[in-house]
């Protein structure tokens, strides 16, 4: 698909780099130079230098042959005209960051007056996220597939786990029929395991099952998974407000500390249930007084890496059984921090930028098309992808043990009407069905994608 992004900040690399490692063509538009040349410099991607919100730059850009367009810049308003722009000069689609919560709330009535295929909010997707996390705080990420019917959950093998230094063909009487681990992450490597695969305490497992079925499993496993129910939020960013808000929607208390007074008195006049305190989140007497130790989850989301790695640090030091959940914004650098006691870590540019891959395959999803939906797993190493059988195909009608899959390829799950099939080597996948398949390829678009 030809792409035109508008936008060359964090959100805009993230976007361009993710959707050109699936072989998209990405044109990026922006009035900063040096921006452009940090994409250039390490992508084959095209870069024009000028105002995305003009009609000149963006026919220079090819828009009227253009599929989609993407305005993150930072300015909502300005998005939202480039957009307009956009479709009025031929883009077939449009997506606008939009991070403001009054636009967020009103744009369902404007939507289609600005012609705005996807509207976008950074801080609500990853606020969403990370709701699903602290519900389940044992579980380091978590979601489904098949409208919530099966679920890709990853979880960390603790000291003594019964799963530590056996083959996974030795687990079986803990991972019973209906579980399949797709992927097992490893010092910084990511891998899609067999049965003689042996398993390390410290690793990050994943596994796909049935809801029912994979909830027994954490209980069997002694994982937590009984909502936390007070969470401590360190930073009153716009994430820190979307996740108030969805924490105490659920019945969760939330006690957020930030050291900006106007803030703290706008989300006091916006969160009515929330405890809005002023004051240092680095300060650990404040911390202390405020009772981090006795909280069920505590969430860094301060304006720097170090603030919130220190403050997720000290966290685990107090409170060891709470869920810590760390901010990373540098990408780079992510990798550094892996072998740091803290399991779960987000970025939020790298959730948009999923969120926006799965909207452009999507756009794939034609009457005969396969692609249903797809979730980047294992930081981003492997992908699961989500396939509706709607015709004959080269893996249909075939023994899975008879299917010359492509390396890091595995078929995870079938879905045969309502039926969640774990397969052995003797199944084989048949029209209706859906097929979910973990890989570590990029730029699958059908079930023949798979094979050899």
């Not at 019973?176 to 797709?182: M, N, P, S």
């Amino acid at each position: 698909m030809d792409i035109i992004i508008v936008g060359s900040g964090k959100v805009g690399r993230t976007i361009a780099d993710q959707l050109n490692d699936e072989a998209h063509s990405i044109t990026v538009i922006d009035e900063d130079v040096t921006a452009l040349e940090k994409i250039s410099d390490t992508q084959n991607i095209m870069t024009i230098e000028g105002n995305g919100a003009t009609l000149s730059v963006l026919r220079e850009a090819g828009v009227s042959d253009c599929d989609l367009l993407i305005a993150v810049t930072a300015t909502d308003e300005l998005n939202l005209y480039t957009c307009l722009i956009a479709k009025n000069a031929g883009v077939k689609r449009t997506i606008a960051r939009v991070r403001n919560p009054l636009y967020t709330k009103d744009l369902p009535f404007v939507k289609d007056d600005l012609k705005l295929s996807l509207a976008i909010n950074p801080e609500q997707i990853c606020a969403r996220e990370l709701t699903r996390m602290l519900k389940f705080p044992g579980v380091v990420s978590m979601t489904s597939f098949a409208r919530g019917h099966i679920d890709l959950i990853k979880i960390k093998v603790e000291e003594k786990s019964v799963l530590a230094d056996k083959k996974i063909s030795q687990s079986t009487h803990i991972i019973k029929e209906g579980v399949r681990i797709c992927t097992v992450e490893r010092e910084g490597e990511c891998y899609i395991p067999n049965g003689d695969f042996v398993i390390n305490e410290g690793d990050m497992i994943s596994f796909i099952a049935p809801s029912r079925v994979a909830a027994k499993l954490l209980k069997s496993l002694g994982i937590i998974s009984n909502r936390g129910r007070s969470v401590m939020l360190l930073g009153g960013s716009k994430i820190a407000y979307y996740l108030a808000k969805d924490l105490l929607d659920a019945g969760i208390s939330v006690k957020i500390i930030d050291n900006n007074k106007e803030r703290c008195i706008k989300l006091s006049e916006t969160l009515d249930n929330a405890l809005i305190i002023h004051g240092d989140a680095m300060d650990q007497d404040l911390l202390l007084s405020e009772g981090i130790e006795h909280m069920s989850a505590i969430v860094t989301l301060m304006n720097t890496d170090e603030e919130n790695l220190v403050s997720s640090l000290y966290a685990k030091q107090v409170n060891p059984k709470a869920k810590i959940i760390t901010e990373i914004g540098n990408l780079k650098i992510s990798s550094v921090f892996e072998s740091l006691p803290l399991e779960t870590m987000y970025n939020p540019k790298k959730i948009t930028g999923e969120h926006i891959l799965k909207y452009v395959k999507a756009m794939h999803n034609s009457a005969d098309s396969e692609f249903e939906s797809m979730h980047l797993i294992a930081d981003g190493k492997a992908e699961a992808l989500e396939f509706r059988v709607k015709k004959h195909n080269l893996a249909t009608g075939v023994a899975l043990s008879d299917l010359e899959l492509k390396d890091g390829t595995q078929i995870a799950c079938i879905n045969r009407q309502g039926k969640m099939i774990i397969p052995k080597g003797t199944d084989t996948i048949e029209i209706n069905d859906t097929v979910i398949v973990v890989t570590k390829q990029k730029g699958f678009d059908s079930l023949d994608d798979i094979l050899r």
